[in-house]
């Protein structure tokens, strides 16, 4: 059993399709991550949150602690939004815990 | 500004070698952290360190240790390597990480391969 599951594990849209990435977790957290993988391994931290709601540019990311879930949004997607999308959270012990990752392939 | 900094960029070991990786954080960052990605599957957190300390560890075998330098770079060290210990090593740096809600910053990754 997975401390964090993702969802959907493959994602393929149209460019400009609103994007949905879901992430629930099991443990206690003092923070929840959402990363960027892009083909070749780079990963980039796209946000850290500990409650509510962050935004940059066309990506949103929300948290609910008492439900212990996690969504990030894509607004007009593009092909360049194609990546891996992985969740991964922080317990207050210092273990960080990940999912297996969400593909998502954007067509033009 | 270099962001995080990982050598090799990749790297072929047969079984039984031992194998060291070289992460330098970036510039103010105190905190490294080491993930193992095998092929497929999402990172699994190894070791956390900070100002030269152990802060966290995870579900690996003691093959694996890891040391942070004063510079705080730091080194993995993987002993007796086996098949299943090929996979991307990931090193990522924050300025402290003790709380867990600083955004970490990840290196390129070195690919290790053991035949």
């Known amino acids: 059993k997975n401390e964090v599951e993702q969802s959907p594990q493959n994602l393929t849209a149209q460019e400009g399709e609103f994007i949905t990435i879901n992430c629930s977790y099991s443990v206690g957290i003092s923070a929840l991550h959402w990363l960027q993988q892009h083909p070749g391994g780079g990963i980039v931290s796209l946000f850290m949150?500990?409650?509510g709601k962050k935004k940059h540019g066309r990506l949103i990311a929300t948290i609910n602690i008492q439900e212990k879930h996690s969504s990030l949004h894509i607004t007009a997607s593009h092909p360049r939004d194609s990546a891996v999308y992985i969740c991964a959270v922080r317990s207050p012990g210092n273990q960080f815990y990940f999912g297996t990752g969400t593909s998502l392939t954007v067509i033009p | 500004d270099a962001g995080v900094t990982q050598s090799p960029t990749h790297l072929i070991k047969t079984r039984g070698q031992h194998v060291t990786l070289r992460c330098s954080p970036i510039s103010g960052h105190k905190s490294v952290s080491w993930y193992q990605q095998v092929l497929g599957q999402g990172p699994q957190f190894i070791f956390q360190y900070y100002e030269k300390e152990e802060r966290g560890r995870g579900n690996f075998p003691d093959r694996f240790s890891a040391r942070q330098f004063p510079n705080y770079s730091s080194e993995l060290n993987v002993n007796a390597l086996l098949l299943g210990d090929s996979a991307l090593y990931l090193c990522a740096s924050s300025l402290a990480g003790l709380q867990g809600t600083e955004t970490q910053y990840f290196g390129p990754g070195t690919r290790l391969l053991v035949l």
């Open positions: 949150l500990s409650s």
